[in-house]
């Protein structure tokens, strides 16, 4: 019960998260509208063309400023995380938790205040953009840690494939939330979302449980392989429920719960980067959300400029993007539980993603059959790998073979990896925007380009991967040698 809370609590408080970031590019068609359709300019002033427009976002240079909201906030992020993630070992997580969603409600908050106080100024939208996104950077290594505390790595990648979904589904609310008011008062598209992630926060801080040993429960086993005789861990976790304080406890019982309570220290920077495998998933997750934010931001545009559809129907059409970025982080976890293979699932995504999103490009806009079938799938094996390595990966690392039982380091390693992340979400817009007066072909051969590098990085960790699993099949295969000769013998 306790673990199926967790799920469903850190889902909740996530998709708030996203549900407050997507009100900034709905918005954006209400700060310059097309004022021509609306008629002759009442005021009679110079700027006719876009009397209607909210200032300082009226000027010829619109563009510009929007995308200076949307990399305040990526590169507020980005530099954030890394620090965040240290807080976050350091510091109650539940409290760490609510009081980053409280903080983050009210920046969001006061950005749509901006419209009722009739504020003109550009720098205090980017100072609200800022502020917002240093502080969402308390959400996604404390949810995943969280996560971690609860879920053993034998089911981890299915269930966090499933539980990533709440990005997506964020952004369907907060697209839908926004929408509401986005005509009449867009203001208020702010201020919902806003109260909305300040009450998640409010409810996270009185029902969060961080730990199972905070509750009585036993810990999951992280490393520990279980013969066929043996329970599995994951069911003596949820079925057992608390531990027996009884006389009756096994001595193997007794130490698990006082090992928990010695608390170890929490890992440093540059401990957390020593752990293998972090700086390889690192990198290659800067080049894998660089693809899927460039897609984030830049799809609808492409869509309407390519495939001539109108702004709403671009807009339908991009959410299959998100679609099946769910199907491909569930399919991700399953296969890579069921190998046991993290890094070759996302390098075998990440080769058959390239010549999809070549493709894409030049056929994906043939029919409306063939671009909602090539979104979904473009989606999947593009998010796929991006999800598998933002969850499951990073809740492996943290809590690797060796930090020998010492598991705080999962927020510090989650922090280290998606802010590495948001460094490329940061860059790919910006690099769609430089390279798409060249021509939309040149866009997708740079996004082919970062799949490939994702790939690449992640080699020597495939490698070890597939040697570990030959090194398996010879010692499967010298055992049924040795079980042959000895019936033989026996015979």
């Not at 969060?208 to 392989?225: A, F, I, K, N, Q």
């Amino acid at each position: 019960r306790y673990r199926g809370l967790t799920l469903v609590l850190t889902f909740l408080c996530y998709t708030s998260y996203h549900l407050s970031r997507k009100p900034i590019s709905i918005i954006k068609s209400q700060l310059h509208p097309n004022c021509s359709a609306l008629g002759p300019n009442p005021h009679n002033d110079s700027n006719s063309s876009a009397w209607c427009s909210w200032a300082p976002f009226d000027g010829d240079n619109y563009n510009e400023l929007f995308g200076a909201l949307d990399n305040a906030f990526l590169v507020a992020y980005a530099i954030g995380m890394f620090i965040s993630g240290i807080f976050g070992e350091r510091l109650p997580l539940r409290y760490y938790l609510s009081a980053g969603m409280v903080v983050s409600g009210l920046f969001t908050a006061l950005f749509g205040l901006g419209y009722f106080w009739n504020i003109h100024v550009l720098w205090y939208f980017i100072i609200m953009q800022v502020c917002n996104g240093l502080v969402q950077t308390t959400g996604w290594p404390s949810v995943v840690t969280c996560v971690g505390n609860w879920f053993g790595k034998g089911k981890r990648g299915f269930i966090m494939g499933i539980w990533n979904s709440h990005s997506s589904v964020g952004n369907i609310l907060g697209s839908l939330i926004a929408g509401i008011w986005v005509s009449s008062a867009w203001g208020f598209s702010f201020v919902v979302p806003g109260i909305i992630i300040a009450v998640m926060g409010i409810i996270c801080f009185f029902f969060l449980v961080e730990y199972p040993e905070d509750v009585g429960c036993s810990p999951p086993m992280h490393h520990v392989r279980v013969t066929s005789k043996e329970k599995d861990p994951e069911a003596v976790t949820s079925n057992e429920g608390p531990l027996r304080v009884s006389g009756q406890s096994s001595g193997d019982d007794s130490n698990s719960t006082k090992e928990p309570a010695e608390k170890p220290e929490a890992i440093s920077f540059l401990g957390a980067l020593k752990i293998p495998g972090v700086v390889e998933f690192s990198l290659c997750l800067l080049f894998a959300k660089l693809v899927s934010y460039t897609f984030l931001y830049w799809l609808p545009l492409y869509i309407v400029n390519v495939a001539h559809f109108g702004a709403k129907e671009a807009g339908d059409l991009s959410t299959l993007f998100d679609v099946g970025g769910i199907f491909g982080g569930i399919l991700a976890g399953l296969i890579s539980d069921y190998t046991g293979g993290r890094a070759t699932t996302c390098c075998v995504m990440l080769v058959i993603a390239a010549p999809m999103l070549f493709l894409y490009n030049h056929v994906g806009q043939n029919g409306i059959g063939t671009s909602v079938a090539m979104l979904i799938i473009c989606g999947a094996l593009v998010n796929g790998p991006y999800a598998l390595i933002t969850t499951a990966v990073s809740a492996d690392l943290g809590t690797h073979e060796s930090l020998k039982g010492n598991s705080r380091a999962l927020s510090t390693v989650t922090a280290i990896i998606d802010g590495t992340g948001s460094v490329g979400a940061a860059l790919g817009p910006l690099l769609a925007g430089l390279i798409s007066p060249t021509g939309w072909n040149n866009v997708f051969y740079m996004l082919i380009a970062a799949d490939v590098l994702a790939c690449l990085l992640l080699a020597r960790v495939v490698v070890k991967e597939v040697r570990g699993w030959c090194g398996c099949m010879v010692r499967k295969r010298g055992s049924s040698v040795q079980l042959t000769e000895s019936v033989l013998d026996g015979k």
